[in-house]
């Protein structure tokens, strides 16, 4: 159990920092989108 645990929380940590690398690349990519706009 308890090394389930730590695979988890390992996990997690690394979702955690996909998401706040991943957050500011979807704002350039949305800000790219809107300046390709006419």
Not at 2 to 18: E, I, N, P, V, Y
Not at 20 to 28: G, H
């Amino acid at each position: 159990m308890a090394k389930q645990l730590q695979d988890f929380q390992a996990s997690g940590s690394k979702t955690l920092h996909l998401d706040r690398r991943s957050r500011p690349v979807r704002a350039k990519h949305s800000d790219n989108n809107l300046s390709l706009k006419p």
